[in-house]
């Protein structure tokens, strides 16, 4: 059997998965040798800069594609949500395996619950998608952006004037840390997972058959269908990382439930609409033209034409 090669970001959260990702492998596939090939994206350097002033679409993920495109891995290991909605050509997602839990975690000094923070706590978050959920529905708040991989993120709480931050359960299990520093989940109906949070995406060359066939042996086709309701919605409304943007599917008996957010960053706009179908193509299209009709369109359009600056 072939020696395959996989590309991951070098951050401890990325090995991390990237290392449980192959044991499944290899526990599916007896024998099969895999090594990594740690790669730093663009979005690893940048730190002191607000992803979304920088144009995020592709920041985790560009460096690793080009070392697909020139053979030097067989297959790339990413979180779903850092994965444009439309990959370039060539290459695929052949592989989802099981998610994580999608929610967001809320931590904060003295384990003080989100809907008990007294009038300007300030919570950090560098996500336009949390920032809006958390204004529109605690007006009473501060957001303050903060960067860094997760274990920094955690430090800063306890460092800098942070009353609580927020970040993403799937990675703090992955890490083994959530019994340690989680004061409560946020349910989707108060804080609405980023698309594809929770899910990993493997991308690999549209061409390349045994990578194809090896990585089959560990996809979830229940994850699959519900992250492609997702990124149907992502796509057609051209969400970039200025618009707070949110969307969740999962399966209702036999159909799938949709939810897909629009808000202005400031939280006073708001547009959200659930919907169900069977084919998750059309259900995330539909939902995208349902927001359109809805006025959410003037949202992303006024975003998208904003000059930003750091």
């Not at 594609?65 to 297959?75: H, M, R, T, V, W």
């Not at 990413?78 to 999608?102: A, F, N, Q, W």
């Not at 709480?157 to 942070?162: A, M, V």
């Not at 969740?248 to 706009?269: C, Q, R, V, W, Y």
């Amino acid at each position: 059997m072939k020696k395959f090669i996989v590309g991951s970001r070098r951050s401890q959260l990325a090995l991390t998965q990237s290392k449980q990702f192959i044991d499944l492998l290899k526990a599916k596939n007896p024998g099969v040798e895999i090594e990594i090939k740690e790669i730093v994206t663009k979005g690893d350097k940048i730190v002191d800069v607000q992803l979304s002033k920088v144009g995020g679409k592709g920041l985790f993920v560009k460096e690793i594609e080009a070392a697909l495109y020139n053979k030097e891995i067989d297959f790339a290991i990413h979180s779903l949500k850092d994965v444009p909605s439309e990959l370039p050509e060539g290459l695929t997602l052949g592989c989802i395996p099981d998610r994580e839990d999608p929610r967001d975690a809320f931590i904060s000094k003295g384990h003080i619950k989100l809907a008990d923070l007294k009038e300007g706590a300030i919570i950090g978050t560098s996500s336009l998608r949390r920032g809006a959920q958390l204004l529109n529905q605690y007006p009473h708040l501060k957001i303050e952006w903060i960067r860094g991989n997760i274990d920094t993120r955690l430090k800063k709480l306890e460092t800098e004037n942070f009353d609580a931050i927020i970040l993403a359960a799937a990675g703090l299990n992955r890490m083994g840390w959530s019994a340690d520093v989680v004061t409560e989940y946020l349910d989707p109906e108060t804080m609405l997972p980023a698309i594809g949070q929770g899910a990993l995406g493997i991308e690999c060359r549209i061409d390349d058959l045994d990578t194809l066939s090896l990585l089959a042996t560990v996809h979830n086709s229940e994850t699959e269908i519900c992250t492609q309701a997702e990124r149907e919605f992502l796509r057609l409304m051209d969400g970039s990382c200025q618009v707070p943007i949110a969307g969740h599917a999962n399966m209702k008996e036999d159909e799938i439930e949709f939810t897909g957010l629009i808000m202005s960053p400031d939280g006073k706009e708001k547009h959200k609409i659930t919907e169900r179908g069977i084919d998750p193509i059309q259900l995330g299209a539909k939902v995208a033209e349902s927001m359109q009709q809805s006025g959410a369109q003037k949202i992303i359009e006024t975003l998208n034409n904003t000059p930003q600056s750091n």
